[in-house]
C-alpha cells in the first residue's frame, strides 16, 4: 500500500494536489527548473529568492522543503496535467506572476536552451499569457539578469 503524499516542509498535513495559488506558481517554477533536463545549485538559489521576495510566499520558511512538497503533490503527474491543475487555481494576474517567476527559474543559470523555450510557451498558452505580455516579461527578466 503506497503511503499518502505528506508534506515535506514538515506541517504534517497530506497534500495530494495543489491547493492554492502559491502552490500552483512553485509547480510550474519547479517544472521551468527542470525543463533543461538539470537542476543546478543557481537555480536552486534563485529559487530561495524567489520566496524571499514575493509577499505570496511569506509564510513559507523554506524553499527547497516546499519545493518538494509540491513536487510530491504532482508526483506521477505528467507536465500538461500540472500545468492545467496550477493554471486552474490562478487568477489572470498571478498567472502573469507564475509565468514571470518561471521565466525567473529558465534564466537562472544564464542561459535558455529550446526545452526551456518550448516550456515557456507550453506555459504561455496554458496561463493565456498574451504574447507581447510575454515578450516584454521575458526582455526585462533578460535585463535583470545581466552580468556584463
Known amino acids: 500500500m503506497k503511503k499518502a503524499n505528506t508534506c515535506g516542509c514538515a506541517c504534517g498535513r497530506p497534500q495530494k494536489s495543489l491547493e492554492s495559488p502559491a502552490d500552483a506558481i512553485m509547480a510550474i517554477c519547479v517544472l521551468a527548473l527542470a525543463s533543461d533536463g538539470k537542476v543546478g545549485k543557481r537555480e536552486l538559489e534563485r529559487m530561495d529568492h524567489m520566496l524571499i521576495m514575493s509577499p505570496l510566499f511569506s509564510g513559507v520558511k523554506s524553499a527547497r522543503e516546499y519545493a518538494a512538497c509540491v513536487a510530491e503533490a504532482v ?8 500545468i492545467s491543475e496550477a493554471a486552474a ?8 506572476t507564475a509565468y514571470a517567476w518561471a521565466v525567473q527559474m529558465a534564466l537562472a543559470d544564464s542561459k535558455t536552451v529550446s526545452p526551456e523555450h518550448k516550456f515557456l510557451s507550453e506555459i504561455r498558452k496554458a ?6 505580455l510575454a515578450g516584454k516579461i521575458n526582455a526585462v527578466t533578460a535585463i535583470l539578469n545581466r552580468a556584463k
Do not use: D
Request: charged share 25%; hydrophobic share 40%; proline share 0%.
Open 75 to 82: 508526483e506521477g503527474k505528467g507536465r500538461g496535467e500540472v
Open 89 to 96: 487555481l490562478l487568477s489572470a494576474r498571478l498567472a502573469e
Open 127 to 132: 496561463l493565456g499569457i498574451h504574447g507581447v
